[in-house]
């Protein structure tokens, strides 16, 4: 595809006059008699030609290498073009236009001397020097919103392009840091786009705000740092967190799908499934950041939006996937904007009417012990924990209550919590990832246990319990790499117990060459509830495949 085009797309969906190049100045958009930048960089000279040479015809091409005037017609999937180039006292200038149906030109608009010569700090569009290799995809013209030609209309342009190829590159993040160009996570890896010039601070500032909610420009401002959410029409949303740090401004977007994925299509099991059905009690949803968790539970409650008739109240910062009403009624409040914090709302949830509470995050003490409570007096709760282990979640939260409390919250988590999922993000074989899950589901042992403060022994009663739903960490994990999923060092490296599952590698025959010659013992931490891993028997924690 000739480099040009993206330039096109972009004239075609601003309804600009005319795409304006001259040598040794930013390529821009003419409109209204205003000039709008496109790139972030000056066009030389083989810039400039460069860009023409690829849509001229044989007789426009040879005008062009021989330094004389030439006129021409293009077509591109966005329609027919008039393009004019000029040579005049050195000075290579070219002006190209939309045509009308026929193929016959339009006038080349006239651009007044020094009617607003694009300057540096007024670029910022996905459309970057033409002297970078063409990328991987085209701008979607229908797609682009409809904006005022300025620097705040070229900032969105800047921005909604680059959430484009994010999306159409299967990426999760977008990273935007000063002083580098943006950089996508593509399978779990940082991938920096080579068509794009690095960031500065005035650029990237202005890509930011103009997406941001005035609330959240106020707060950045007083904090310098802010989330909120973003949504482009027909692609996605995106949850965007923006900060400050010592080269200048930052921000990541994650990408949310505009489509909904279901408990089926994840792999989530019936067991797991069967605990949307429950009338009361608290699931936990944990992992570290960027492991699925928002995923997990969104297919929950769109499970239980397909199958129950209840009130479901979703407390969120910010507001992720979108959930229309099927058979439940669904509110979702975000905090900041519909809230003051996750305490507020959830203690207000209960003079709501609802049947299911969903608790973005019990990231404070007074959170985690309404939710508990909420969970007691006769409502399902989910929420989600940072944590890595099912038994280090219980711990996790017992351990935010004074000392005084803890026994009386270890007897309430013991009757209320009826399931903690922890999972974490694993390359697969041949590109994406897939989720290993930890599952933990409340049984009279299970609840002794949490009781008793024998959270250790915890893992023990998950490698029995198999046929009853549950499973380790490191279970799941070697299902996955017997599947042919996940290669076996990636799985190991996941591993929380890493000598048990070097053990159970070797007995099923995977290659263990990457910890060979090496202390499994010594690379094996301890768990996150302070007692040492020990290594897990074949025939306890693997011999019966789920």
């Known amino acids: 595809m000739p480099q040009l085009d993206r330039l096109l797309s972009v004239m075609v969906s601003n309804r600009a006059e005319a795409l304006r190049l001259v040598e040794n100045e930013l390529a821009s958009l003419v ?16 810039q400039l030609l460069g860009l023409l040479r690829e849509i001229a015809p044989p007789d426009a091409l040879r005008r062009l290498d021989e330094g004389t005037p030439a006129e021409f017609e293009y077509r591109s999937g966005d329609g027919v073009f008039s393009a004019r180039a000029t040579n ?21 608009p006239v651009i007044p001397p020094g009617s607003g010569r694009p300057t540096p700090s ?29 620097e705040d209309s070229t900032a969105r342009m800047a921005m909604d392009n680059l959430l484009r190829e994010l999306v159409e590159q299967g990426g999760s993040d977008l990273h935007l840091r000063c002083g580098e160009p943006p950089i996508l996570r593509r399978h779990g890896e940082m991938v920096r786009l080579p068509d794009e010039p690095p960031l500065d601070d005035s650029t990237l500032m202005r890509m930011l705000t103009v997406i941001m909610p005035e609330r959240n420009r106020s707060e950045y401002s007083e904090t310098n740092d802010t989330d909120f959410a973003y949504e482009i029409a027909g692609l996605a949303r995106f949850r965007a967190n923006a900060f400050r740090e010592r080269k200048g401004a930052g921000a990541v977007l994650r990408v949310i799908p505009a489509k909904l994925v279901s408990a089926e299509d994840l792999g989530i099991t019936s067991e797991v499934q069967a605990l949307c059905q429950l009338t ?50 669904i509110t979702q409040r975000q905090v900041g904007v519909h809230t003051g914090s996750f305490k507020h709302a959830l203690r207000a949830a209960l003079r709501e009417d609802p049947d299911i509470v969903l ?44 000392a005084d409390r803890q026994e009386q919250i270890r007897v309430m988590l013991s009757e209320s919590l009826k399931g903690v999922i922890s999972q974490v993000l694993c390359k697969k074989i041949g590109g994406g990832r897939v989720a290993a899950r930890e599952i933990l ?23 029995t319990s ?22 076996p060092k990636e799985a190991y490296m996941k591993a929380t117990d890493k000598s048990g599952f070097t053990q159970a590698l070797r007995s099923r025959g995977h290659d263990t060459s990457f910890v060979d010659g090496e202390s499994v013992g010594a690379q094996s931490p301890k768990s996150d509830n302070g007692a040492a891993n020990k290594p897990a028997s074949p025939r306890a924690g693997y011999a019966t495949k789920r």
Do not use: Y
């Open 31 to 46: 409109k209204d008699g205003a000039t709008v930048p496109l790139t972030k960089q000056a066009l030389g000279a083989t």
């Open 88 to 108: 005049e006292s050195g000075k290579w200038t070219a002006a190209i236009t939309t045509g009308v149906s026929g193929g016959t030109p339009v006038a080349t």
């Open 122 to 150: 007024m670029a910022a569009s996905r459309v970057v020097s033409a002297a970078t290799p063409a990328a991987t995809s085209a701008v979607a013209p229908a797609a682009t919103p409809a904006v005022r030609v300025g």
């Open 280 to 329: 009361k009690g608290l699931v936990l949803v944990t992992g570290p950041t960027g492991s699925g968790k928002s995923t997990t539970l969104c297919a929950l409650i769109d499970l239980v939006n397909r199958t129950r008739t209840d009130h479901v109240i979703t407390i969120e910062d910010p507001i992720e996937f979108v959930h229309q009403n099927k058979k439940c009624v």
């Open 359 to 402: 608790v973005g995050e019990l990231r404070d003490l007074e959170t985690a012990s309404i939710a508990i409570e909420t969970a007691e007096t006769g409502h399902l709760v989910f929420g989600t924990l940072h944590t890595t282990t099912a038994p280090s979640t219980i711990d996790r939260l017992v351990d935010q209550f004074p």
């Open 441 to 463: 589901l409340s049984t009279n042992a299970i609840s002794n246990l949490i009781r008793e403060a024998k959270t250790f022994q915890i893992t023990s009663v998950m490698q």
């Open 466 to 487: 198999r046929r009853g739903g549950m499973c380790t960490l490191n279970d799941a994990l070697i299902e996955l790499v017997d599947a042919g999923q996940v290669e």
